[in-house]
Structure formats: C-alpha cells, structure tokens
C-alpha cells in the first residue's frame, strides 16, 4: 500500500500516473495535517485529575452507560507525560493551582485543556478567598463546559468539540535554517 501512495505523490502532474495500482484498489491521498489531526483528534488520553463533585461525572464518561471508548478517549492516564488533554472537573483552590500548573507543564505538546463546571470555568458559587475564579488563569483552557454538575453526555460533547478544534489544527510554520544549523543537521 505506501508504494502504491508513493507513486501517485511523486507524479507530479494534472493526469496522474496510476503505476501499478490494480483495478478497483483503494487509494488515498491527504495532507500530512490531515492525518496528523485525524489520529490526534481521534486518540486523545485524558489525565486523571478530578478535583471534586464533578469528577464523579467525568468517571461516569467511561462507564459503560455512556462509553467514551466510543469516542477514542478512555484511556485515563496517571501520569501526565503519557496525557494529551487536562480535564479539570471541580473547583480549583488557590492552594491546587500551583499543583495543576506542575502538572500541565509535565504534560508533552501538543496539548489540551477542558474546563469542566460552574467552578472549573468561574468559581462557581464558590465567590471566596480560596477558589480561583476560572481556571483559566491558571492555564490555557480549550473548551468550557457548562452545569452544576455537567452531564457525562455534555462532557462527551466537549470532547467532540475539542476533536473538531483539533482537525482544524495547520503546521505551515516554514522553518529557515541558516547555513550553520544545516551543517549540524546533517552531521
Ligand atoms: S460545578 Fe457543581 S458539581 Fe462541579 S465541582 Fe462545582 S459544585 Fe461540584
């Protein structure tokens, strides 16, 4: 199969040459961002973070009532080197936040944040001296998501819509090497 893709990339022409491919075969041809995306998008791993109430529902996402494995998303990692996307489910006190900074700085790029309930994305009823009033000052967050306690469901949708954040993800950035780092790069 990549010999086949292989000869209609390396044509370059309006008519392409279809080499060896047998009638009736599959073919496809996609940009690299195309299928990074699609595999991203569609194998995320949440880390295992709950911070109070709504961690309850965030575990319910993977039971089988609701099934996120459906989705490509079950696999809850312990450890935030092995996670792509945050889930912060519950309240965030002052004293939490330093701790869930640590944390989402351990994770690799590239990397998500969903917010998930009244207190994760504003305080909540929690207006004091000890919740932080929106996670995102703390970290960047990607998808909010709404409810006192939100549903498994609406955790699912937020999910969905990060998959569609992340599809339309570009890597156009055009990296010029100077003459210098071109030599390093080839020793
Ligand atoms: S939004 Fe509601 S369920 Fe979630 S942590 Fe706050 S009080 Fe608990």
Not at 23 to 38: A, F, R, W
Not at 98 to 125: F, H, N, T
């Amino acid at each position: 199969m990549p010999k086949r893709i292989e000869t209609l990339v390396l044509h370059d022409s309006s008519t392409p040459i279809l080499g060896d491919i047998q009638k009736g075969g599959s073919v496809v041809v996609t940009t690299i961002d195309t299928l990074l995306n699609q595999a991203r998008a569609h194998s995320l791993w949440p880390l295992t973070f709950g911070l109070a109430c709504c961690a309850i529902e965030m575990m319910s996402t993977v039971a089988s009532r609701f099934d996120l494995a459906r989705f490509g998303s079950e696999a809850f990692r312990a450890t935030p080197r092995q996670a792509d996307v945050m889930i912060i489910a519950g309240r965030l006190s002052k004293k939490m936040a330093p701790v869930l900074r640590q944390i989402y700085d351990q994770m690799p790029e590239p990397k998500w944040v969903i917010s998930m309930g009244a207190c994760a994305s504003s305080g909540g009823v929690y207006n004091n001296y000890a919740i932080v009033q929106g996670a995102d000052q703390v970290v960047p967050v990607d998808v909010y998501v709404p409810g006192c306690p939100p549903s498994p469901d609406a955790l699912i949708y937020a999910i969905l819509k990060l998959q569609e954040k992340i599809k339309k993800r570009k890597f156009n950035k055009i990296i010029e090497l100077t003459p210098r780092q071109l030599e390093e790069t080839v020793v």
